[in-house]
């Protein structure tokens, strides 16, 4: 079945980066649309970030353009969350999905999920 296992989160200052990774497994990793989503404390979950199947489309939610990178590598079937500029309020848990419809911004846009990776930003 598909596995979809995030790594990279930690804590971090505020202005400082991280780089997140999701190791994907169980599926022809570069037929698929792949995306970031995350959810703080008491809210729901928001999309961040999606890329194209063949990594040359991006799309970036507005709260995180100019200071996330979205990238992967079809190699290593994983792909990656550059963050800069960290903020505290990116603090959230971060996940990886799938892409079942082709090009989804919205939640339900996306089957396959990981169990995600905690960041937090601190002042």
């Known amino acids: 079945q598909v596995q979809l296992v995030e790594s990279g989160g930690g804590l971090v200052q505020a202005g400082g980066s991280l780089r997140l990774s999701c190791a994907a497994s169980?599926?022809?990793?570069?037929?698929?649309?792949m995306g970031w989503f995350r959810q703080a404390p008491g809210k729901e979950r928001e999309f961040v970030a999606a890329?194209?199947?063949?990594?040359?489309?991006?799309y970036y939610s507005y709260f995180v353009k100019g200071r996330f990178t979205i990238s992967r590598d079809n190699a290593k079937n994983t792909v990656y969350l550059q963050m800069s500029s960290l903020k505290p309020e990116d603090t959230a848990v971060y996940y990886c999905?799938?892409?079942?419809?082709?090009?989804?911004?919205?939640?339900?846009?996306?089957?396959?999920w990981g169990q995600g990776t905690q960041v937090i930003v601190s002042s």
């Open positions: 999905a799938t892409d079942r419809t082709g090009w989804g911004h919205n939640e339900a846009d996306f089957g396959s």
């Open positions: 890329i194209s199947w063949s990594g040359t489309s991006t």
């Open positions: 169980g599926l022809t990793f570069s037929s698929y649309a």
